[in-house]
């Protein structure tokens, strides 16, 4: 079965660079979820997007911004990257009452 | 809020013995609930859901969980772990708005 998918699975950015995460949710799912989660912790959630509008937000850093396309898939732009925003990121998407599905995760390291 | 806790912040079982892992929930209605387990630097791979129905819930890889209302609860279990269980499992379920929403994870070590 067709699954999230996540591109790229690592990338490093020195501080100050800009990264751009990429999400394919499971076709016919309408909303895409990203959370952040950091060494150790549990995911935060950072915004989501249901048939291509914005649908909620959580705690995502001004310098982060977010679309969902036409095709539904979503992008992640991290812009002035800071040693802090080192973690993992993860795309979720949904349909209904399917629950949600998670992408294995971008692993983000800035150096 | 409505919120999802998990009590356990580390918790050791030897292998073949039984497993439960707790999850309180706090939801003015009937919550849909969740249980993700997420091995080292890999991917959050659902377990098993709760939505409505059956309070027992079968999910992949033997675990069960059950939604007990009276409780406010829907703990994990396992009747015998394998060592390739050791993971970090965390409880799940909508925030407000679309949120989703996770405990703080318990840790689970399986020694021989």
């Known amino acids: 079965a067709a699954g999230v998918i996540q591109s790229p699975r690592h990338l490093i950015k020195e501080k100050r660079e800009t990264a751009t995460l990429k999400c394919y949710p499971i076709p016919r799912h309408d909303t895409v979820y990203w959370y952040q989660q950091g060494p150790g912790q549990d995911p935060q959630f950072l915004i989501s997007f249901y048939e291509k509008m914005q649908s909620d937000k959580g705690s995502i850093p001004d310098r982060f911004s977010a679309q969902q396309f036409s095709d539904y898939h979503s992008e992640l732009n991290m812009s002035s990257l800071e040693l802090g925003d080192s973690a993992l990121y993860f795309c979720?998407?949904?349909?209904?009452?399917?629950?949600?599905?998670f992408g294995s995760g971008t692993r983000l390291t800035v150096v | 809020a409505q919120s999802v806790t998990q009590p356990d912040i580390h918790i050791t079982v030897s292998e073949g013995a039984s497993l439960e892992l707790r999850c309180n929930y706090s939801y003015g209605a009937t919550p849909y609930l969740f249980w993700y387990v997420q091995s080292p630097g890999q991917g959050l791979q659902l377990l098993l859901k709760?939505?409505?129905?059956?309070?027992l819930v079968q999910g992949i890889k033997g675990f069960e969980a059950e939604f007990k209302r009276s409780q406010s609860s829907f703990n994990l279990r396992k009747p015998s772990v394998h060592w390739s269980d050791a993971a970090e499992y965390f409880c799940?379920?909508?925030?407000?708005?679309?949120?989703?929403?996770f405990g703080t994870g318990t840790s689970l070590t399986v020694i021989p």
């Open positions: 709760y939505f409505s129905g059956d309070t």
């Open positions: 799940a379920g909508p925030h407000t708005g679309n949120q989703f929403y």
């Open positions: 979720a998407s949904s349909s209904a009452n399917y629950g949600y599905t």
